[in-house]
C-alpha cells in the first residue's frame, strides 16, 4: 500500500510556519509536513493556506489563482486551486506550468552571469512602460515534479490519501474529499481525514465544505471548546455513510489556534504559554492516526498514553484559566455567546456547543478519551469510583498521572457534585 499524503495549512498560515514563534513547538500542520518521510511531491504535499502570501504558486500543477491577502483572508481565496492542485499532484499530472521566468529568477540568473536572452519591455501609447516580458525557462517546475512522480511511482503507484487541515485547512479536506468523490479516476481510492477545528468563515456552509463523501473511510475532527470570535463558527460535517465512514471527535479546551500548538493566549504579540496540554494531545493523536494510515514519519512525538493522561489533568487543573479565554478574539469581537456555535452540515444556524451530541461536555473528564484513558491508566481508582470496589486504591498511579481529575472523580462520588469541565 503507499499512502499520499496531504497538509492543507489554515487561513493565514504556510508550510514555513514550523518556525513561527507563536508555535515554540510549531504549528502542527507545517511541522507534520517537515517531518513526514518520504519524498515531496511524491509521497506528500503542503498547500499553503488561503492568504498566506503566495508563497508557492509557482509549484501549483493547476492555474493559481494570486489572490490578495484580503481576499484569502476574508473569503478563503485560494483553497478551490488547492483542492485541484492536490488532485493534480495525486494523478501525478499538470495542467498549468509557469513558463516565463520571475523577475527574481531573472535577476538572479543575470547576476550569476548565465547566458540568456534579455527581457524585452514593451511601451503604451503615452510611451510609459507596459511589461517587462523575461525568457522561458529552459525547465519548468511542474515538468521536474512529473518526471520524479513518474519515476518513483511507477513500482508504488497511490492506493491510498491521507489528508489533513487546520481552520480552513480542514475545511478544504472536506472539499478534498467531494472533489475525489466526483473524480472518475480518483474516486475508488479510500481516503482519511483529520480535521483540526474546521472553521469555514462567514458565507462558506456551502454542501461541498460541510458534507463528508462515502469515499472517507475515517473521519477525525477536533474542536476547540472556548474559542468565541466572530466568525469563527465550526462546522460538524455531516455523514453521507456513517456505516463507511468511522466517524471519532474529540472536543478539546483551549482556542482555534491552541490546538496546533499555540499555549497563550495571543497569536502575534506577547502572552504566556500555559496551554500546552491541547497541542500535544492532537499532535500525538494526529500523528498516531496518520501512521496507522500509511504515512511514513521521518520524526514524530513518543506516543505516549500516560503523557496523554497528564495532558488532560492538566487541563482539568487550568480549567478556569482556559475558560477565561473565551474573552479574547482573533477578530473584532466576540460574537458566540455564553456557547461556541457550531454549524451542522450546510444549516449555519447558531447551534450550541453544548447542544451537539458529539461535542456534549461531559463535567467530570475533558471529553470521552480522557475518560478512557483514566480508565486504563488508573484501573484500581475507576472500580472505586464506579462502586465495583469497596477499597479506595492502595497505588499511586492515580495520584502522579491525574491528581486534579482523582479530586473531581473523588468529589462526585462523595457528594454528587459535577466539578470538571464545562
Known amino acids: 500500500m503507499a499512502a499520499f499524503t496531504v497538509f492543507f495549512c489554515g487561513t493565514g498560515s504556510n508550510s514555513f510556519d514550523f518556525a513561527n514563534p507563536d508555535y515554540p513547538g510549531g504549528e502542527l500542520i507545517s511541522t507534520l509536513a517537515r517531518h513526514c518521510a518520504g519524498m515531496e511531491f511524491v509521497d506528500w504535499i503542503i498547500a499553503d493556506g488561503p492568504g498566506s502570501g503566495n508563497w508557492q504558486e509557482d509549484e501549483k500543477f493547476v492555474t493559481p489563482g494570486n489572490y490578495s491577502t484580503t481576499t484569502g483572508v476574508a473569503f478563503g481565496r485560494g483553497w478551490e486551486e488547492n483542492v485541484a492542485h492536490a ?45 517587462r516580458i523575461r525568457p522561458d525557462r529552459k525547465v519548468t517546475q511542474q515538468a521536474l515534479q512529473m518526471q520524479k512522480i513518474k519515476m518513483f511511482r511507477r513500482n508504488r503507484p497511490v492506493t491510498q490519501v491521507n489528508a489533513i487541515g487546520w481552520s480552513r485547512g480542514a475545511v478544504t479536506t472536506h472539499m478534498f474529499a467531494n472533489a475525489m468523490a466526483a473524480d472518475p479516476q480518483l474516486c475508488q481510492l479510500p481516503l482519511n481525514i483529520i480535521a483540526v477545528d474546521p472553521v469555514p468563515g462567514t458565507g462558506n456552509f456551502q454542501k461541498h465544505r460541510t458534507h463528508i463523501p462515502a469515499n472517507v473511510r475515517n473521519y477525525v475532527a477536533f474542536y476547540a471548546r472556548d474559542e468565541r470570535s466572530m466568525g469563527f463558527a465550526a462546522t460538524l460535517a455531516t455523514l453521507a455513510n456513517s456505516a463507511a465512514t468511522q466517524a471519532t471527535y474529540y472536543p478539546m479546551p483551549g482556542r482555534h489556534a491552541t490546538l496546533v500548538g499555540n499555549p497563550g493566549n495571543y497569536i502575534g504579540g506577547n502572552g504566556t504559554n500555559t496551554f500546552f496540554g491541547p497541542g500535544t494531545v492532537v499532535r500525538m493523536l494526529a500523528e498516531d492516526h496518520l501512521a496507522g494510515w500509511g504515512t511514513a514519519w521521518a520524526k514524530r512525538l513518543a506516543y505516549s498514553e500516560a503523557e496523554m493522561l497528564r495532558c488532560y489533568d492538566g487541563m482539568i487543573a487550568q480549567h478556569a484559566q482556559y475558560q477565561a479565554l473565551r474573552s479574547t478574539v482573533y477578530t473584532t469581537q466576540t460574537g458566540q455567546g455564553d456557547d461556541r456555535d457550531v454549524g451542522l452540515g450546510q444549516d449555519w444556524t447558531s447551534t450550541k456547543f453544548a447542544q451537539v451530541q458529539q461535542l456534549k461536555p461531559d463535567c467530570l473528564f475533558v471529553n470521552w478519551h480522557h475518560r478512557a484513558l483514566f480508565r486504563q491508566q488508573c484501573a484500581a481508582a475507576w472500580r472505586y469510583l464506579m462502586g465495583q470496589s469497596a477499597t479506595p486504591p492502595t497505588g499511586t498511579l492515580h495520584t502522579t498521572l491525574a491528581p486534579h481529575t482523582w479530586n473531581v472523580l473523588l468529589t462526585y462520588r462523595r457528594t454528587g457534585r459535577k466539578t470538571g469541565p464545562v
Do not use: C, H, Q
Open 87 to 131: 488532485l493534480a499532484m495525486i494523478r501525478g499530472e499538470a495542467t498549468w506550468s509557469r513558463t516565463k521566468l520571475t523577475e527574481l529568477n531573472y535577476r538572479v540568473l543575470k547576476e550569476a552571469g548565465i547566458p540568456i536572452a534579455d527581457e524585452k519591455i514593451t511601451y503604451n501609447f503615452l510611451g510609459r512602460e507596459k511589461e
